[in-house]
Structures are given as structure tokens and as C-alpha cells.
């Protein structure tokens, strides 16, 4: 299967998107640092959404190593996809374990389908694409997008303050009583 050296061009975008992205996080991530640190649920969606700009860039670099197997090539990328969904799930489970306040000042960042669609169309790209058939890599294009849309959605949720229904009673108080 030459279909690799087809993708290259593909490879090397959503590559570079995927670090500028990741950059963007990082700055949405330090301007509300103080914010973000105190917050069990907000540190596990930026780590959600590292994630999601991450897995496009190990599918990258699988897609631009050279000479590999059909196998190989699938094997990656099933890897990629197995191991974004078991972090995935990890977060999934620090978000449940929050109390109900905090569950509702995240709840912006709750993107499931995304997350398990991203993860399902990797695994089912390699797998197809283990078999010796190039078409599965077709499947890469639209979990790249969500990844790519759901993790820019965060990034921007990052950098505005939350509002004020998804704030802790106790601070919806404080700045009642304040105005």
C-alpha cells in the first residue's frame, strides 16, 4: 500500500495544527492559571483537551514514518486511539467523582460523543488499514475535525471567565453581595 506517501501532505497539516493548537491551549490555559490550578474539574478538561490535540499529532507522525507495514501503520494508529480513549475515560471518571457545583461549572467542557467518536474513528482506521486497506485512513479526516473543533471549543471556554449559573452558589453569593 503506497497510500501513505498519498497522505503525506495531510499528515504534515494536521501535524502543525495540532502544535499550534496545543500552543493556543497553553496560552488559554496559563492566563487563567490561578483559576484553573484551584479547580480539580477544570485542570481535567484541559487535560481532556490536550488530548484531543494530541492524538491527531501521534496519528501525524505515524502517518509520516517511513517505509512501515500496512500493519504497522494500523497497529499505530490503534494504539493512539486505545490509548486517548482509556486517558479519556480516566478523566471522564475525576469529572463524575465532583461534587455538583463543580460538575456544572465544567459542564461546558463535557464533549463525550466528540471524545468517543475521535477514539472509535482511530481504531477503526488502523484497523482497516492493518488489513491492507488504504481507504480506512479516509477515517482520519473527520476525527482530526472533531478533535481539532471540540479541543478549539475548550481552548476558547478557557480563556472566558464561566458564567454566572455555572459559578459555586458560594461565589454567586459573594458577588451578589458585592453588587
Not at 494504539?79 to 461549572?105: E, S, Y
Request: neutral net charge; contains cysteine; charged residues 15%.
Amino acid at each position: 500500500m503506497n497510500a501513505p506517501i498519498d497522505w503525506q501532505d495531510f499528515a504534515e497539516m494536521t501535524g502543525a495544527a495540532s502544535g499550534a493548537l496545543t500552543g493556543l491551549l497553553f496560552v488559554a490555559v496559563s492566563l487563567n492559571a490561578t483559576r484553573i490550578a484551584g479547580h480539580r474539574g477544570l485542570r481535567a478538561s484541559a487535560a481532556q483537551t490536550l488530548v484531543m490535540f494530541l492524538v491527531p499529532l501521534a496519528m501525524a507522525m505515524a502517518l509520516l514514518s517511513p517505509g512501515q507495514a500496512d500493519w504497522a501503520l494500523g497497529g499505530e494508529l490503534i494504539a493512539a486511539g486505545v490509548i486517548a480513549g482509556i486517558i479519556l475515560v480516566n478523566i471522564a471518571t475525576i469529572k463524575r467523582a465532583l461534587g455538583d457545583d463543580d460538575r456544572r461549572l465544567i459542564s461546558i467542557f463535557n464533549r463525550k460523543t466528540a471524545s468517543l467518536s475521535v477514539t472509535l474513528m482511530f481504531v477503526a482506521s488502523g484497523s482497516v488499514v492493518a488489513c491492507g486497506v488504504a481507504d480506512g485512513l479516509y477515517l482520519l479526516l473527520p476525527a482530526s475535525l472533531v478533535a481539532f473543533v471540540t479541543g478549539v471549543l475548550n481552548a476558547w471556554y478557557f480563556l472566558l471567565p464561566p458564567p454566572p449559573e455555572a459559578r459555586p452558589a458560594r461565589k454567586r453569593e459573594e458577588e451578589e453581595a458585592r453588587d
